[in-house]
């Protein structure tokens, strides 16, 4: 009786796609039997790595469709090298409080001095807190907003974006 309830049981984790869970079932049981955890406990560590590992897929799907062309973080980002830049207006920048405003940002400046490892690290940041973003170089959206409008699709174009 037991194999077949616990067969049920996977056969519903599979069903429901919680394959964290399913995959997670049997060891987590026999952890129940060494640690004496509770129903609750159980449950609650089970449904915690299904949420881990569901939101860890979103991030790297995310990562991929946002385009960046290489992965930097604004903790990596070298002040000293470009003391021109005001740390305290990037650590406020990464708060991602101007997303809650919709405010844009934009980095002006000669190549070299870090905006794009800025706008990179800005655009991580905002994905781990669950915004979806599009990485694009300026001349690049330029041409594409060109190219949609003299082919009329400006509109399908903007949606995209």
Not at 40 to 53: F, H, M
């Given at each position: 009786?037991?194999?077949?309830?616990?067969?049920?049981?996977?056969?519903?984790?599979?069903?429901?796609?919680?394959?964290?869970?399913?995959?997670?079932?049997?060891?987590?049981?026999?952890?129940?039997?060494?640690?004496?955890?509770?129903?609750?406990?159980?449950?609650?560590?089970?449904?915690?790595?299904?949420?881990?590992?569901?939101?860890?897929?979103?991030?790297?799907?995310?990562?991929?469709?946002?385009?960046?062309?290489?992965?930097?973080?604004?903790?990596?980002?070298?002040?000293?090298?470009?003391?021109?830049?005001?740390?305290?207006v990037i650590r406020d920048l990464a708060t991602l409080r101007f997303v809650e405003?919709?405010?844009?940002?934009?980095?002006?400046?000669?190549?070299?001095?870090?905006?794009?490892?800025?706008?990179?690290?800005?655009?991580?940041?905002?994905?781990?807190?669950?915004?979806?973003?599009?990485?694009?170089?300026?001349?690049?959206?330029?041409?594409?907003?060109?190219?949609?409008?003299?082919?009329?699709?400006?509109?399908?174009?903007?949606?995209?974006?």
């Open positions: 009786m037991t194999m077949l309830l616990l067969e049920q049981v996977h056969q519903h984790l599979e069903r429901l796609k919680l394959m964290t869970m399913d995959a997670l079932l049997e060891p987590t049981l026999e952890r129940v039997m060494r640690e004496s955890l509770s129903p609750l406990e159980t449950i609650g560590y089970l449904v915690e790595q299904e949420w881990a590992s569901k939101n860890s897929a979103t991030i790297q799907t995310r990562m991929r469709s946002a385009g960046f062309p290489v992965k930097k973080r604004i903790e990596e980002f070298d002040f000293g090298f470009q003391p021109s830049i005001d740390q305290t405003n919709g405010e844009n940002v934009v980095f002006l400046g000669p190549p070299g001095v870090g905006k794009t490892h800025l706008a990179i690290g800005l655009g991580v940041a905002a994905i781990e807190q669950g915004v979806s973003v599009l990485f694009i170089n300026a001349s690049v959206l330029i041409e594409q907003l060109k190219e949609a409008y003299h082919t009329g699709h400006l509109d399908s174009c903007l949606k995209r974006l």
